[in-house]
T-cell receptor
Framework: QKEVEQNSGPLSVPEGAIASLNCTYSDRGSQSFFWYRQYSGKSPELIMFIYSNGDKEDGRFTAQLNKASQYVSLLIRDSQPSDSATYLC????????????FGKGTMLLVSP | GAVVSQHPSRVICKSGTSVKIECRSLDFQATTMFWYRQFPKQSLMLMATSNEGSKATYEQGVEKDKFLINHASLTLSTLTVTSAHPEDSSFYIC???????????FGNGTRLTVT
């Protein structure tokens, strides 16, 4: 059973702080990982994807992948109230980004 | 960027009727599209994989005769919820990726309410 695990939260951080979201996965065959942001009642939107060990930065967001430990994380620097949403971690078995297995998501609350 | 259009965004229907949801890739071709369902405060659950020109692949526990999927072209997949019942009320979301590769992009979702 392929699983992607996330703490449901909520994770509460003050505005301007760094939010750290974590995700673990059970299938060592997973190659690619994705972070999606989902606002309440809305569809998920892609934030970042990563498939190599190490860090990948895009603006205020940094994705980190450690395949040996089977975890993926997303750091959000200078958190803003508008970042308050549920963050979904997803893994894919191959670099072709086919079927994704989603975690249940972590709710992030950024207080002004 | 890749855009996936889903229609309608919201539908209310009576129990026993059928509802069709369309998913279109607007600026790319998609051999494969995916249909998800999300109940309140739950994660996305993959229902089926829609393959252009062939039968859809359904996940375990999803009734293929109830959730009819048609992927007639490289830019359009449809999901028809047949004989809908209140327990089918949910948020249905399609996704697709370019045949050239790249991550999945999601449509805006369809909120179905069956009364």
């Amino acid at each position: 059973q392929k699983e992607v695990e996330q703490n449901s939260g909520p994770l509460s951080v003050p505005e301007g702080a760094i939010a750290s979201l974590n995700c673990t996965y059970s299938d060592r065959g997973s190659q690619s990982f994705f972070w999606y942001r989902q606002y309440s009642g809305k569809s998920p939107e892609l934030i970042m994807f990563i498939y190599s060990n190490g860090d990948k930065e895009d603006g205020r967001f940094t994705a980190q992948l450690n395949k040996a430990s089977q975890y993926v994380s997303l750091l959000i620097r200078d958190s803003q109230p508008s970042d308050s949403a549920t963050y979904l971690c997803a893994g894919s078995l191959n670099s072709g980004y086919s079927t994704l297995t989603f975690g249940k998501g972590t709710m992030l609350l950024v207080s002004p | 960027g890749a855009v996936v259009s889903q229609h309608p965004s919201r539908v209310i229907c009576k129990s026993g009727t059928s509802v069709k949801i369309e998913c279109r890739s607007l600026d790319f071709q998609a051999t494969t599209m995916f249909w998800y369902r999300q109940f309140p405060k739950q994660s996305l659950m993959l229902m089926a994989t829609s393959n252009e020109g062939s039968k859809a692949t359904y996940e375990q526990g999803v009734e293929k005769d109830k959730f009819l999927i048609n992927h007639a072209s490289l830019t359009l997949s449809t999901l028809t919820v047949t004989s809908a019942h209140p327990e089918d009320s949910s948020f249905y979301i399609c996704s697709a990726r370019d045949t050239q590769g790249g991550p999945l992009h999601f449509g805006n979702g369809t909120r179905l309410t069956v009364t």
